[in-house]
């Protein structure tokens, strides 16, 4: 599974589209608020963490399972 930082944002949602479309793996997306597609419905391996980005942030429950980390929150 991978686990996508910043997916609403320009860079972000570009990986998700490509990471749907071409690999078929389980995509986490983690941030503010859900990717646009996960808001209508439409979910294709992924799964959506609302939280917020930070040093104090406890991510163990986001990175359960996670084998790589791709990160392109600003």
Do not use: W
Request: glycine share 12%; proline share 1%.
């Amino acid at each position: 599974m991978i686990l996508l930082t910043g997916a609403t944002g320009f860079v972000g949602s570009a990986v998700l589209t490509q990471l749907t479309l071409n690999s078929g793996v389980a995509v986490r997306t983690y941030g503010r608020r859900a990717p646009l597609g996960l808001q209508l419905g439409s979910t294709n391996n992924i799964s959506h963490i609302i939280g917020e980005l930070g040093a104090d942030v406890d991510y163990t429950s986001a990175l359960h399972s996670v084998d790589v980390v791709i990160h392109c929150a600003a």
